[in-house]
């Protein structure tokens, strides 16, 4: 039986009332051309919306009322009013500010606000879009793996060095591979039992998108942490981690998503670290006291 896309069963799956806006951002690169157009109002007029019918929202978008319609039930809703009541509670009598773009005549302090709302933003965000059911399934896989890889470029390399450094500090044999060819090499090395962590923002990256189909082509299970449910990684994944962020003119390339794949990493550790009570806090204690005899002392 072939295994459901995740991207495609999450999108299908009813959504609720929460992080609707987030959800829009998550598909928006999947989405077919119409379907985009409607996407582009919602974003940038979510407040206007939720006022308007859906042939207004159509003729706004240049589209037809079925594209509405379908991109309605693309992000899991029934139909156009339910989209519309998932909309309004979510935005509540006083909205939350959306990303804010930034000008180039802001000042410092401006611009250090506008980035912490966006960073908060993103955090509160993915802590609503995250599927329960996929988080539950990477503690377990990873909590159960013989090897964990974790894979990632560019401005992922961070990240996995950071999920690389959580994991090892309480126990788990883990390694981190940041440099592309190494990643294809280690991951054609892996086997059933091993997870691979694989981390992108796009999840078009063309490199760790290889690694991630070495790793699963290898018999390892393949955890993706992206910040787009429909990107080409969440098609090789066996579970999906899917992140918000929304990016502006001079935020862009994975900037606020850092922060939220940062939050899910924490998240992964300490659940990890819970189930490892025997092990974990002896670990914690040791590699503390290997830390604090690098540091200079009083």
């Keep these: 039986m072939r295994r459901p896309r995740p991207g495609a069963r999450s999108a299908e799956r009813p959504t609720d009332s929460r992080a609707v806006l987030a959800r829009v951002r998550a598909l928006q690169p ?25 042939e207004a929202l159509a003729v706004r978008a240049g589209i037809s009322t079925a594209t509405v319609l379908r991109f309605c039930r693309t992000l899991g809703f029934g139909g156009f009013r339910g989209f519309k009541i998932a ?28 980035v912490f709302r966006a960073d908060m933003q993103a955090i509160a965000q993915t802590l609503e879009l995250i599927d329960e059911h996929e988080l539950s ?5 990873i909590a159960k793996a013989r090897r964990i890889e974790v894979y990632g470029i560019a401005s992922s390399a ?13 126990g788990l044999p883990v390694g981190v591979v940041t440099d ?63 992140t918000a962020s929304a990016e502006t003119a001079f935020r862009v390339e994975a900037m606020a998503s850092r922060i939220a794949h940062l939050s899910v990493v924490d998240a992964l550790y300490v659940a990890l670290a819970t189930r490892r009570r025997d092990a974990a806090p002896a670990t914690i204690r040791q590699t503390s006291a290997i830390i604090e005899e690098k540091r200079v002392k009083p």
Aim: glycine share 2%; net charge neutral; no cysteine.
């Design 30 to 54: 999947s989405l077919t051309p119409s379907e985009a157009a409607v996407a582009a109002v919602v974003l940038a007029h979510p407040d206007r919306t939720i006022h308007m019918s859906i």
């Design 87 to 114: 909309l309004a509670v979510e935005l509540g009598p006083s909205p939350a500010a959306l990303a804010e773009e930034i000008r180039a005549d802001d000042t410092p302090i401006e611009i250090a606000r506008k």
């Design 137 to 141: 399934r990477a503690v377990e896989s």
């Design 158 to 170: 961070p990240i996995a060095v950071d999920a690389y450094y959580r994991f090892l500090r309480i």
């Design 180 to 242: 592309s060819h190494m990643q294809a090499v280690s991951a054609s090395l892996l086997r059933k039992g091993d997870v691979a962590l694989v981390i992108s923002h796009t999840g078009r990256t063309q490199e760790t998108l290889t690694a991630a189909e070495k790793a699963r082509a290898a018999g390892a299970t393949v955890v993706a942490l992206t910040s787009f449910l429909r990107s080409p990684i969440t098609k090789v994944a066996h579970v999906v981690l899917a």
